[in-house]
């Protein structure tokens, strides 16, 4: 018998009413809240629960039948099936059912960012394909992870995190992933996505134009000490330059101090370069807000963009679509980032701690008209 006291359907506007009451039931049976060979509700008492008519609680029953997920008997009522994803095995201890996303330190204006609120969209599509509960969760100072033997854990600001800590939960078999850092050594599977080519695509775009001279501004929490991401994008650059045979010039490497990306850091950066002797034709801004801030510092001084000098931001914010000119990005695809995620937890691993399980997203360059090619003097 149906005994659930709330009803967990969204209202989803574009499907028809039998389509998403099918998509709760196939939520509740995969999510193992209906056994199998468990008897399914009747059409009488799928209406009652929902408040709908029987027309339509047959045609979603039918839509489970049809998607192998349940099967009628004649004379005795319709049942879930045994599925291979369903049986014994799958219920024993450890078995992820629900998915946590843990971050710490950061305040909830931490997922305004395209970059995160991305990742909680991809990761929350992927639970809900496979029928897995999704929640956020933020730790307390105690650094205590849910109690929940069915849960696995995807790590958002694992570089918040005390390394012990994070070595203590490997050791106590916690299914964790981390995203956006890693630390091969602990043996915890992780996604991340690959600022190297990030950083190459922008900087190998910009010479493409005839760019020779390209400035790059970074961002670090203390000065000259970049964190993972930020240092990967500078070997992408020193490649992408070394490729095309140009000498590295530390000179227009423009480091910003700062724990979060703002638009005066670009802007900051941008006069600091342009007061060079030789000043460059382009820049590559590691974020999309630096790469604002640089635009609005080059009006500032009378600079056309892209006709005096060329700027690429990286994240692709929304934002950049509309700015006039459009802004040249990198597109991490974060939203893939938060799929994979829940992939890797969802398979299986070695729990022994021998190997690394580890997935890479690579970007893509977004050209709009924030670039141009090298005009001679």
Sequence with gaps: MF????????????KPLYQQIAHDLKAKILRGDMKPEEPVPTQMELSKFYNISEIT???ALSELVQEDLIYRVRGKGTFVKRRAFQDEAADRAGAVRRIYCI???????????????????????????????????KLDHDLELPKDEQAGFVLITPAEIPMDK????????RRLVTVHFYYPHLNIPYVIMDNLTGGYLATEHLLSLGHRRIGIILTAYAQNH???????????YRLALSQHGIHFDPDLVCIVEGKEEL???GAQGFHQLMELEQPPTAIFATSDYKAHGAIRAAGARGLAIPGDISIVGYDDILISRFSNPGLTTVNQNTELLGKRATKLLLSEWREDGSGNIKDEIV???????????MIAP
């Excluded at 970007?363 to 090619?373: A, E, F, I, M, Q």
């Design 57 to 59: 609680s047959r045609r």
């Design 166 to 173: 994070l070595r203590s939960w490997r050791e106590e078999n």
């Design 3 to 14: 005994k659930w006291s709330d009803r967990e359907m969204k209202k989803q506007e574009k």
């Design 263 to 265: 638009e005066e850091m």
């Design 226 to 236: 970049l964190n993972q991401e930020f240092s990967l994008r500078l070997e992408g």
């Design 363 to 373: 970007p893509k360059l977004v050209v709009r008209h924030s670039t141009g090619p």
């Design 103 to 137: 971050y710490y330190n950061v305040e909830l204006s931490f997922f305004m960012h395209k970059f995160y609120s991305d990742l909680l969209i991809g990761l929350q599509a992927e639970c809900e394909q496979n029928g897995i509960a999704f929640y956020t969760h």
